[in-house]
DNA sequence: GTCTATACTTGGATAGAC
DNA sequence: GTCTATCCAAGTATAGAC
């Protein structure tokens, strides 16, 4: 199903003042997860955020519900997009391993990874949500697989790690570093991972070389 | 501060009936989390599933955050100990990770981490709680730092990887996995890093044994 | 200790004016 | 398209009967 938009009246296109709305509403539920969770993301607040009124979400988006799944699919696009930036120009494991920790102190610093935390878990909350926010992580699946993939090619380890399983563990590791981050505060245990993971990578690099296709990326 | 148990009037002692509501209480708002998650877990719902009335909950806890609260803590001690007695028995890296696996795989049965990964997520919304909750994973974090200094003791690798960091890995990736696997209700993809893990795990073994000192469990 | 009843608040969602 | 007004459901918390 695509989305849904406003079923509006006898108008046929969208107004700007409607896309600016839909784009406030979409920022504004994103900056409501982070701030006061799932739980807190009520239409009330996501609006009063917004600057706009509360019935303006179901108008626009059907249901709170829907607002998140929105939310979640554009900063879930706009992080892949980047994501695959990166991934594109490593051409080997610490080039990798570098902009994996940039990335994802930017993900903190804007809370782009902790959107999709709190749909995880908030999903349990909302009969039949969990099975939408599942699917949506499909394409982080395909892609963490593709990264790690690439990442040991021609490396000595190759052969004991299947790159769909340790692409499974990456992204567990990345919600877990973020959950931990998010609680406490404090993102120096994770960076400090990272750190070490680019010095057990220089030492693979030297071994044996990742031989990776620069520019292939889709 | 301890748990604050009911402002009792007169009557000194706590009666077997309140005990047996406490018990009931806690265990519900267990089930709650499990299965509502943070978001649905309201004093009306957790009165439900403990079979009594939802003043009981404000009666004996004085608010559903510190109920929340005590079922982290009863959960949590009781799960450490059961992670402390696997920790004690193994002797080998490769046992280590056995009983990880088993340990794992009846937490997702039984929700334990789940519990815990609510508490987390869902802190965000409550103000002050994150920091309650972050107090709570101390003794986790130490009894994480012990099981990888004692499984990386004489190993290969010992001096690559310091303990604290490691350890704060593991517990990420816990969160992650069980946050994963709760998702889509799939535990496979988790429990194949798990003997991925055995299997690298038993080459270690063979290079270089654990100096494991049996029974040195505090 | 436990219940019923209730006050108060917040949130989802819709109707209708503009 | 946006707002005001409103209904209804659900939640927290307390008072008071038993």
Chains 1, 2 share one sequence.
């Not at 988006?61 to 695959?84: K, N, Q, W």
């Amino acid at each position: 199903m695509a989305t849904s938009g406003p079923r509006r009246a006898a108008s046929g296109a969208v107004g700007a003042k409607a896309g600016a709305t839909r784009t406030a509403l979409v920022a504004a539920t994103i900056e409501a997860l982070q701030e006061v969770g799932f739980g807190g993301a009520s239409a009330r607040e996501i609006a009063r955020r917004a600057g706009c009124n509360q019935s303006l979400v179901f108008y626009h988006f059907g249901s709170v519900t829907e607002l998140l799944l929105a939310a979640l699919d554009d900063v879930s696009a706009r992080r892949l997009a980047a994501y695959r930036d990166v991934l594109a120009a490593a051409s080997t494991l610490v080039d990798l391993i570098d902009s994996a920790r940039v990335i994802f102190s930017e993900d903190l610093d804007a809370g782009h990874v902790a959107v999709l935390v709190e749909m995880i878990t908030g999903a349990q909350a909302v009969p039949g949500l969990g099975a939408q926010v599942s699917e949506r992580l499909a394409p982080w699946r395909e892609f963490a697989e593709t990264a790690v993939r690439r990442a040991l090619a021609g490396s000595p380890v190759e052969a004991l790690l299947p790159a769909r399983e340790v692409a499974h563990g990456v992204m567990a590791g990345f919600l877990g570093l973020e959950l931990l981050a998010n609680l406490d505060g404090d993102r120096a245990a994770a960076l400090a991972l990272f750190d070490r993971a680019r010095m057990i990578a220089s030492l693979l690099d030297l071994v044996g070389p990742a031989a990776l296709l620069p520019g292939e990326q889709p």
